[in-house]
């Protein structure tokens, strides 16, 4: 990078250097999840840590609307220095699944405003938002549930999730396994409630990774609590 300090970075010299980064066959495998950028993410987080924290330049390079930028922006930003209404509209621009991941994860989790868009988004019609808001509760329920209705979220999870569109299915199909797993007066239920829907049942997964099928997952994470 031609700036003489991180601080110095514009967004003509990091979208240069994201560039640089392209890789073919990195975009390949991407693609295959609906994220269009070829960065290697490793390389990424490199950048990222060169860079430090710098919150203008990440809403800039936000705004250019590129994936591996979006990416970039959301690790040297500065979470709590978003408002509400910038974090909803962050989550509705955000296109690529890898982006809309990160920005739950890494921004809003840590905001101030979570709370407020966990009850907003989860009730959204839009059925991606709908999934930002299951994927804060279920960070709840793991984390702080008091104040949860848990029995009342398997209610709907057990109503709506089985036609519920893929992202939303999967987000509502982890906060599932996670009452499951932290929460053992319902074990049972969440169980049942898995085993009745088999969503996911069949879904492919990897030697030594834990199936993403709510009985499975469970009674695995469940396992290495036990034995840990």
Known sequence: MTAESPADATVAEVMAELAELEDPRARAVNEKHGDDHGVNLGKLRALAKGLRTQQELAVRLWETDDTAARLLALLICRPKAFDRDALDRMLREARAPKVHDWLVNYVV??????????????????????SAGWALTTER???????????????????????APDRLQWAMNHCLARIGIDHPGLRARAVGIGERLEVLKDYPTS????????????????????TG
């Open 141 to 163: 329920v793991g984390k702080k549930p008091e104040g949860l209705d848990l029995p009342g979220l398997l209610d709907v999870i057990e109503a709506r999730m089985k036609d």
């Open 207 to 226: 030697p030594g990774c834990t199936s993403p099928y709510a009985p499975d997952w469970i009674a695995e994470m469940v396992r290495r609590q036990d």
């Open 109 to 130: 989790k840590k905001s101030p405003h979570a709370e407020e868009l966990r009850v907003a988004w989860t009730a959204d019609p839009d059925p991606v938002v709908a």
